[in-house]
């Protein structure tokens, strides 16, 4: 049984097949919202951002939306492997009262933020030259900093519905707006489906940041007034950008895209929505390391972890099947080592990207 799947798009394959997967290829790496489902990519992201891409010099653009742009912050750090430890070491100290409400959950995720990346260490994050960190949030349209949790509730509802409709009509309720600490976002002439402004990311508002990009409604608190950011009320980066269905246009080199699903969903309310999953062009230049069906069915329960986790579990059992999935997806760096060291096998197992 195969743990990991490569599925690539065409250019993708093609600059893979004639350059060979070094970590220089990688010019861009994406990380996706969907709370705990990350950890089941705790092993490759140790590989990939810990060892084999920290080796290389080039400047690479990393690009995520909640637990993503938490992980790719992870990897912005000069020293990932470190970082990710720490990472790692706290996240298991979430407890299931943590998550008692919206207010409980934000004050716990900021004490999280502020063990983990204190003003030296978001310093050292936003000032590293070789990686340009993009924090993807929506801000909403209609609401001023003086926040309504019912006006809210309205607006989320109405836009879940206008979505149903048409994924263009979210545009009327949210804006993308973009958190840099390079020089630019990457592609910017290729994500113009929705009104996006960039702001340069300041290391003393990190944290402000990525809890914005995480602050998922009815779970955790909005955030409001972000040092340099257009005032306004913030949110959770997957509503507009739940796995990035993205057209990148890199001149040169690939997208590196571990996901913890084959398929792409592009907004936090197409879920369901499998005809709306991306196709051709957003797959072009990615090459995504996903875990196999058969991997994820030898799981406990044969699910990957989720949100409703600190639900539905104790504290003990929640951790206790953590713990597998963690040591599990260390099978899915081996296999991802193993075929860097043996290309034809890697151009063997690519799996085209939908078209």
Not at 60 to 65: E, H
Not at 177 to 191: E, L, M, Q, R
């Amino acid at each position: 049984m195969s743990a990991l799947k490569f599925i690539a798009g065409t250019t993708a394959k093609q600059r893979i097949a004639d350059q060979g997967l070094t970590p220089e290829l990688v010019r861009m790496v994406l990380g996706a919202s969907g709370g705990p489902k990350w950890l089941v990519l705790l092993g490759l992201d140790k590989l990939i951002f810990g060892d084999w891409l920290a080796r290389s010099p080039q400047k690479i653009d990393l690009v995520g939306s909640s637990i993503g742009a938490w992980r790719m912050t992870n990897a912005a750090h000069p020293e990932p492997e470190k970082c990710l430890a720490r990472f790692i070491e706290l996240y298991f100290q979430f407890k299931k009262e943590d998550a008692k409400n919206p207010e409980i959950l934000t004050k716990a995720s900021y004490r999280f933020l502020d063990n983990l990346f204190g003003e030296h260490e978001a310093a050292r994050i936003v000032g590293n030259k070789r990686r340009n960190l993009n924090i993807v949030t929506v801000r909403s349209k209609g609401l001023s900093t003086s926040y309504s949790k019912w006006k809210e509730g309205a607006g989320i509802l109405a836009s879940a519905s206008a979505n149903a409709v048409d994924r263009a009509y979210l545009g009327k309720f949210f804006d993308r707006v973009v958190f840099h600490s390079g020089d630019d976002v990457p592609c910017p002439a290729a994500w113009p489906d929705f009104e996006r402004t960039d702001v340069k990311l300041k290391h003393e508002a990190l944290a402000d940041v990525l809890m914005a990009t995480g602050s998922i409604p009815f779970v955790a608190s909005p955030i409001t007034n972000i040092a340099g950011a257009p005032a306004g009320v913030y949110r959770d980066g997957g509503v507009i950008d739940y796995h990035f269905d993205v057209p990148w246009n890199l001149d040169e080199g690939i997208v590196l895209y571990p996901h913890f699903y084959s398929h792409i969903i592009p907004g936090w309310f197409d879920k369901r929505r499998t005809a709306r999953r991306a196709k051709g062009a957003t797959w072009d230049q990615i090459l995504m390391l996903a875990p196999s069906d058969e991997f994820v069915a030898s799981l406990p329960g044969g699910k990957i972890p989720e949100r409703s986790n600190f639900v539905d579990m104790t504290d003990e059992d929640r951790l206790a099947y953590w713990t597998i999935v963690i040591n599990e997806s260390e099978r899915l760096a081996d296999e991802f080592s193993e075929c860097l060291h043996h290309p034809d096998r890697l151009m063997e197992r690519i799996e085209p990207a939908p078209e």
